[in-house]
């Protein structure tokens, strides 16, 4: 009874990410809230896909303090994902997805703790000494997911969150599911914490 009611909490606290664009069940909202929240100080949070903000905002509700840093083109590239490019460019259309971003996390009051990095991921890994939280949620593609944590997850401290979207079991053709069950779960370097819905996260040892 009493968890339910944090969770509800919560919940409410989070509310208006529902409003913003994207793909994000209550569980996983809760799941990157969680993992954001328990970060230290002037924490590092970086996540690889914003799209419009939802899960940006959600993290940012969690963060105590530190910064965001979302990485992202915002121009619907599927990257090595081509099952996927049809769908980001219908949701696209015609809209600036940077300034509908940067406008979601203004008007949510949320924007003056995200530093937007456009650009794709293999760009800046070497603008981070250490990480404190690693939210994976871009190119899907084998290659692709891959290629996200081999650059990034090395920079994740002791303690440290890895998170994916879209682990799904069966679905071992999914980037997130190759790397969970190939380089994740048989590392020495990372813990199991916890699944809600196809956010799968693990703790760096």
Not at 53 to 71: D, T
Not at 114 to 139: A, C, M, N, R, T
Not at 177 to 194: D, E, Q, R
Request: one cysteine or more; aromatic letters at 14%.
């Amino acid at each position: 009874m009493f968890q339910r009611l944090i969770t509800k909490s919560i919940l409410n606290k989070i509310k208006d990410y529902r409003h913003l664009d994207g793909w994000l069940s209550d569980q996983e909202a809760l799941g990157l809230y969680h993992i954001a929240r328990q970060l230290p100080g002037n924490a590092v949070m970086v996540e690889i896909g914003s799209w419009q903000g939802k899960s940006a905002y959600c993290l940012c509700k969690g963060l105590r303090s530190g910064k965001v840093y979302s990485i992202d083109p915002f121009n619907a590239d599927a990257c090595m994902d081509e099952d996927n490019i049809a769908t980001y460019r219908d949701k696209k259309g015609d809209r600036d997805l940077l300034a509908q971003f940067k406008q979601n996390l203004d008007r949510l009051h949320v924007l003056d703790k995200v530093v937007i990095k456009q650009g794709y991921s293999y760009q800046f890994p070497q603008e981070f000494d250490k990480i404190h939280g690693l939210f994976i949620d871009g190119d899907h593609s084998i290659e692709g997911c891959r290629q996200d944590f081999e650059l990034y997850a090395p920079k994740l401290i002791s303690g440290g969150f890895l998170a994916f979207h879209d682990y799904y079991a069966h679905r071992d053709e999914l980037g997130p599911t190759y790397v969970i069950k190939n380089l994740v779960t048989p590392s020495a370097g990372f813990t199991f914490y916890g699944q809600y819905d196809s956010l799968w996260i693990a703790r760096k040892r």
